[in-house]
C-alpha cells in the first residue's frame, strides 16, 4: 500500500463545476503540502497544512489530522485550473512524501 | 519565503553523457532537496543536499550516478551520469528551513536522454 493515496487519479470536468480531490496518508505527520504542478514539471505549493482548513481564493484545503485525510477544493473551476495536483506529507526531518498526483482538465 | 530559480528548464541528451542541473536561491535555506520524477509516477527523493559535506542518498541512489554539490546555502547541481534512456525524468529540487514546514520548489528540469 502506497504511503499517500490521491482519488481520482484523472478528473475531468466542465468550468464552474465544484472540484473535490481526496488524499489519504499512512505517514505520521507534522503538516502537508497540496503542490501544483505545471506540464513544465514546475511545482508551486498552494498550501501548506497542519490543522483545520485554509481559503485562497477558488482554492479551499482541509485536513483532518486523526482521520489521515486531507482534501482540496477547487469553486467555479476554470480552464487555467487545468493541472497536475499533488498530495505531500511531511514524514519526518523535513522530507516529503509525494502521491501520485491528480491530473485536472476543466474544459471550457 | 525563498525563490528558487533552476536550469536547464529542460535538455535532450545523448546516451553515455552528463548534465548539470543547478538550483539558486534567492535566501539562504538550511536544507535542499533532489527529487525524479520517472514518467507517470511520483516523486521520489534522490538525497538531501548538506552543506559543506557529502549528500546523503535514499535506498537505490547512489553518488556515482548522481552527484551532488552544496558549496553554501544558496546552491546546489546535481549531476546525471552516464545517462541512459531509463534515466529520462522530470527532475526537482527544493529547499526548507530547519523548523518551518514551509517549502520551496524548483521549476522542473525535463531530460530526455536518446
Known amino acids: 500500500k502506497n504511503e499517500v493515496e490521491q482519488s481520482p487519479q484523472n478528473l475531468t470536468a466542465q468550468e464552474g463545476e465544484f472540484i473535490t480531490i481526496n488524499c489519504s496518508y499512512s505517514v505520521g505527520i507534522s503538516a502537508l503540502h497540496w503542490l501544483q504542478q505545471h506540464p513544465g514539471g514546475g511545482i508551486v505549493s498552494l498550501f501548506m497544512?497542519?490543522?483545520g482548513k485554509k481559503k485562497h481564493g477558488r482554492l479551499i484545503a482541509t485536513i483532518n489530522i486523526q482521520e489521515k485525510h486531507s482534501s482540496l477544493h477547487i469553486t467555479a473551476s476554470h480552464p487555467r485550473d487545468s493541472a497536475v495536483y499533488i498530495c505531500a506529507p511531511f514524514q519526518g526531518a523535513q522530507k516529503l512524501v509525494f502521491g501520485q498526483g491528480t491530473r485536472l482538465t476543466i474544459n471550457p | 519565503s525563498a525563490v528558487i530559480s533552476q536550469k536547464p528548464s529542460r535538455d535532450i541528451c545523448q546516451r553515455g553523457t552528463s548534465l548539470t542541473i543547478q538550483c539558486q536561491v534567492d535566501?539562504?535555506?538550511?536544507?535542499m532537496f533532489w527529487y525524479r520524477q520517472q514518467p507517470g509516477q511520483s516523486l521520489t527523493l534522490i538525497a538531501t543536499a548538506n552543506q559543506g559535506s557529502e549528500a546523503t542518498y535514499e535506498s537505490g541512489f547512489v553518488i556515482d550516478k548522481f552527484p551532488i554539490s552544496r558549496p553554501n546555502l544558496t546552491f546546489s547541481t546535481l549531476t546525471v551520469s552516464n545517462m541512459s534512456p531509463e534515466d529520462s525524468s522530470i527532475y526537482l529540487c527544493s529547499g526548507c528551513r530547519v523548523g518551518s514546514t514551509e517549502a520551496f520548489f524548483g521549476q522542473g528540469t525535463r531530460l530526455t536522454v536518446v
Open positions: 497544512l497542519s490543522s
Open positions: 535566501s539562504q535555506v538550511t536544507m
